[in-house]
Protein backbone atom coordinates (compact mmCIF):
# COMPACT_ATOMS: atom_id res chain seq x y z
CA UNK A 1 0.00 0.00 0.00
CA UNK A 2 1.26 3.31 -0.73
CA UNK A 3 0.06 6.44 1.27
CA UNK A 4 -0.19 10.18 0.34
CA UNK A 5 -0.66 12.69 2.38
CA UNK A 6 -1.34 16.23 1.62
CA UNK A 7 -3.56 19.72 2.99
CA UNK A 8 -0.24 21.03 5.16
CA UNK A 9 0.48 24.50 5.20
CA UNK A 10 1.45 27.80 7.15
CA UNK A 11 -1.33 28.98 9.69
CA UNK A 12 -1.78 31.05 12.36
CA UNK A 13 -2.85 30.17 16.38
CA UNK A 14 -5.84 29.03 16.71
CA UNK A 15 -6.37 28.39 12.86
CA UNK A 16 -8.04 25.52 11.06
CA UNK A 17 -5.97 23.34 8.69
CA UNK A 18 -7.37 19.78 7.13
CA UNK A 19 -4.88 17.24 6.33
CA UNK A 20 -5.85 14.10 3.65
CA UNK A 21 -3.91 10.87 3.09
CA UNK A 22 -4.78 8.69 -0.08
CA UNK A 23 -4.25 4.80 -0.20
CA UNK A 24 -3.23 3.60 -3.47
CA UNK A 25 -3.01 -0.26 -4.31
CA UNK A 26 -3.98 -3.25 -2.23
CA UNK A 27 -5.60 -3.36 1.07
CA UNK A 28 -6.74 -5.74 3.45
CA UNK A 29 -10.42 -6.18 4.45
CA UNK A 30 -10.11 -5.10 7.94
CA UNK A 31 -7.15 -2.80 8.15
CA UNK A 32 -6.55 0.76 9.80
CA UNK A 33 -4.67 4.13 9.61
CA UNK A 34 -3.15 6.83 11.64
CA UNK A 35 -1.74 10.10 11.90
CA UNK A 36 1.64 10.89 13.69
CA UNK A 37 3.91 13.27 13.99
CA UNK A 38 7.92 14.25 14.24
CA UNK A 39 9.68 17.11 14.88
CA UNK A 40 13.57 16.53 14.35
CA UNK A 41 15.52 14.64 16.72
CA UNK A 42 12.25 13.16 18.16
CA UNK A 43 10.51 9.99 17.97
CA UNK A 44 7.61 9.80 16.04
CA UNK A 45 4.28 10.80 18.07
CA UNK A 46 1.18 9.14 17.99
CA UNK A 47 -1.80 11.72 16.75
CA UNK A 48 -5.04 9.38 15.63
CA UNK A 49 -6.29 6.09 14.55
CA UNK A 50 -9.38 5.21 13.11
CA UNK A 51 -10.56 1.50 12.88
CA UNK A 52 -11.30 0.21 9.19
CA UNK A 53 -15.05 0.55 9.89
CA UNK A 54 -14.55 4.26 11.38
CA UNK A 55 -15.84 2.27 14.76
CA UNK A 56 -12.79 2.97 16.53
CA UNK A 57 -11.06 6.46 16.85
CA UNK A 58 -7.99 6.76 19.12
CA UNK A 59 -6.33 9.97 19.83
CA UNK A 60 -3.38 11.33 22.16
CA UNK A 61 -4.22 13.46 25.18
CA UNK A 62 -2.61 16.64 23.27
CA UNK A 63 -4.68 16.68 20.09
CA UNK A 64 -8.28 15.40 21.83
CA UNK A 65 -10.84 17.75 21.42
CA UNK A 66 -9.12 19.87 18.82
CA UNK A 67 -8.52 17.44 16.25
CA UNK A 68 -11.06 14.75 14.68
CA UNK A 69 -9.75 11.95 12.18
CA UNK A 70 -12.36 10.61 9.60
CA UNK A 71 -12.43 8.36 6.61
CA UNK A 72 -13.96 8.51 3.68
CA UNK A 73 -14.18 4.65 2.68
CA UNK A 74 -15.47 4.45 -0.42
CA UNK A 75 -11.74 6.73 -1.64
CA UNK A 76 -9.93 4.80 0.92
CA UNK A 77 -8.46 8.25 1.86
CA UNK A 78 -8.64 9.48 5.34
CA UNK A 79 -8.29 13.01 7.09
CA UNK A 80 -7.50 14.56 10.18
CA UNK A 81 -9.36 17.52 10.96
CA UNK A 82 -7.28 19.74 13.17
CA UNK A 83 -8.61 23.36 14.86
CA UNK A 84 -7.72 25.73 17.64
CA UNK A 85 -3.59 25.04 16.07
CA UNK A 86 -0.98 25.82 18.62
CA UNK A 87 2.67 26.63 17.74
CA UNK A 88 3.39 23.48 19.55
CA UNK A 89 1.51 21.65 16.51
CA UNK A 90 4.07 22.72 14.36
CA UNK A 91 5.83 19.34 12.82
CA UNK A 92 5.96 17.18 9.94
CA UNK A 93 2.56 14.92 9.85
CA UNK A 94 2.52 11.08 8.81
CA UNK A 95 0.30 8.78 7.83
CA UNK A 96 0.01 5.66 7.85
CA UNK A 97 -1.26 1.92 7.40
CA UNK A 98 -1.61 -1.02 9.33
CA UNK A 99 -3.49 -4.31 8.67
CA UNK A 100 -5.93 -5.42 11.37
CA UNK A 101 -6.66 -3.46 14.38
CA UNK A 102 -6.34 -0.34 15.79
CA UNK A 103 -3.70 1.04 17.85
CA UNK A 104 -1.76 3.84 18.91
CA UNK A 105 1.82 2.04 18.17
CA UNK A 106 4.15 3.02 15.36
CA UNK A 107 5.89 0.23 15.12
CA UNK A 108 2.92 -1.89 13.64
CA UNK A 109 2.05 0.32 11.28
CA UNK A 110 3.42 -1.05 7.60
CA UNK A 111 3.31 1.66 5.35
CA UNK A 112 3.63 5.62 5.37
CA UNK A 113 3.32 8.15 3.63
CA UNK A 114 5.83 11.10 3.10
CA UNK A 115 5.07 13.42 5.73
CA UNK A 116 3.45 17.10 5.09
CA UNK A 117 4.32 19.79 7.32
CA UNK A 118 2.67 22.12 9.04
CA UNK A 119 3.70 25.11 10.65
CA UNK A 120 1.56 27.27 13.14
CA UNK A 121 2.73 30.70 14.30
CA UNK A 122 1.81 33.42 16.64
Known amino acids: VQLQASGGGSVQVGDSLRLTCETI????????MGWFRQSPGKEREFVAA????????LYADSVKGRFTISRDAAKYTIFLEMNSLKPEDTVVYYC????????????????WGQGTLVTVSS
Open 25 to 32: GRRGYMYS
Open 50 to 57: NSWDGGTS
Open 96 to 111: AYKGLYCNQYAVTFES
